[in-house]
């Protein structure tokens, strides 16, 4: 198939796919970026780059590096890692020493 019968058949799906998600009318959807979803897709499933690379035939990671930039739960699950013990989130435990303080004891 050439390129702009590609284009034509995924333009003809797009459009059938919009009356029922009205959101894809206003997207602009190429190979390109079906193969970014894909890649995506398989990145959160896996959570490894090199399933992600072998699958989209990438000779090396440093292609599919790209993808890691675009991914947000990606970037929080390194932030969530790097954050110190002591500043992350969870419930505060007051020591009985602090509890006896407040309680006038």
């Known amino acids: 198939m050439t390129r702009s019968g590609f284009e034509y058949v ?3 799906h797009t459009a059938h796919a919009a009356k029922s998600c009205s959101s894809l009318a206003d997207k602009t959807v190429s190979s390109h970026v079906l193969r970014h979803s894909c890649a995506m897709t ?3 499933a896996t959570g490894d780059i090199r399933k992600v690379s072998l ?10 590096q790209i993808y890691l930039r675009a991914d947000p739960t990606e970037k ?6 790097l ?3 002591n500043l992350r989130q969870g419930r505060f435990q007051a020591s009985d ?3 006896a303080l407040l309680n006038g004891i």
């Open 42 to 44: 398989v990145l959160q």
């Open 76 to 81: 929080l699950s390194i932030v969530d890692a």
């Open 97 to 99: 020493a602090l509890i």
């Open 55 to 64: 699958w989209l035939g990438h000779a090396g990671l440093t292609t599919t």
């Open 83 to 85: 954050t110190p013990p």
């Open 10 to 12: 995924l333009h003809k």
